[in-house]
């Protein structure tokens, strides 16, 4: 796998700053660090875009959702894996964005990965209780202690995000010590030692972190209701079942807002480039497959329909899934 060299602050973008020339048909994918998903992602597109295309690939190891969003939209990459929730909210220049709108990205494959909003909460307090839905466990009069994330992560924004469309605020719940923002690494404990007992965050099936504090403490998934889901939608999340055995003990399926990993490109890139870059991946599913089961689940044409489009698609993606018949 090749990568660019990246260093950090404005260096990075100096080294960066003239990918989109093109020159020798050298495509750059801005990924993640090594070691994560991502990143490994980024290496499988590496090696099936060159075998299926005349098209080089060098990838850049290091970004994150928010960054790769930036520098996509700034020319700096021509492709970059990034969250669906800041490619929304850099197009309507809102959160991370305030005031500084993204809006030079386009939309080239949606979907490789399905992120849940997994809020669970000990099924001891539930009983106790009767909180089962997210509202009333989280900002009721007998509101659970919840872990999130610290500062830095998506989670403790989206969490603000609802405890404002439910009244309140981050701020105002960690002022009550209803909220704790600790590391992943520690929330297992947390639970263990009753210092909380819910925990909010985004998720794949499987995600350590929940899995984690549901071997620490019997825990059951909150449900969510209409008004939240719909309060949600602004800022990219799509309601979605999360289903029934995704984690031990949890028998049902859940109604969950769900946020995709979704691989953009500038909207400068020439439309013929992404045409074969759409058409590599989409056509090599198979072999992605083979290399990582995460691909097994992926149906690149649901996640393509508008429903899921928080960008516009780039004119090349386009072409091809039209060809395919999956865009009416």
Known sequence: ????????????????????????????????????????????????????????????????????????????????????????????????????????????????????????????????????????????????????????????????????????SLEDMRAKRKVAQVPSSQMGQRVQDGFANAYFGNGTIGNPDVAEVMLTEDMTFLKWNQEDLDGLAPYGFVPSAMPANSYEGQTEEVILPISLNDFIANKDVPDDIVYKVTKAIIENIETLSEANKGFASWDPEEYIQPKYQVIPLHPGAERYYRERGWLK
């Open 1 to 168: 796998m090749k990568h660019l060299a990246y260093l950090a602050g404005a260096s990075a973008l100096a080294l960066i700053s003239s990918v989109s020339a093109f020159a020798g048909e050298t495509i750059h994918i801005q990924a993640e660090e090594p070691g994560s998903s991502v990143y490994i992602y980024a290496g499988l597109f590496d090696s099936v875009i060159e075998k299926a295309t005349d098209l080089n690939v060098e990838i850049i190891p290091r970004g994150g959702s928010v960054a790769n969003t930036a520098l996509t939209s700034a020319g700096k990459t021509e492709f970059a894996f990034a969250n669906n929730l800041p490619l929304k909210w850099g197009l309507e220049g809102i959160l991370e964005f305030e005031g500084k709108p993204q809006l030079n990205n386009r939309l080239v494959l949606s979907g490789m990965q399905q992120t849940y909003l997994q809020t669970i909460a000990a099924t001891d307090y539930v009983k106790k209780t009767g909180n089962t839905d997210v509202r009333s466990a989280l900002t009721g009069d007998d509101a659970a202690t919840v872990l999130v994330e610290p500062a830095g992560s998506l989670n403790p924004v989206v969490l603000d995000i609802f405890f404002k469309n439910a009244g309140t």
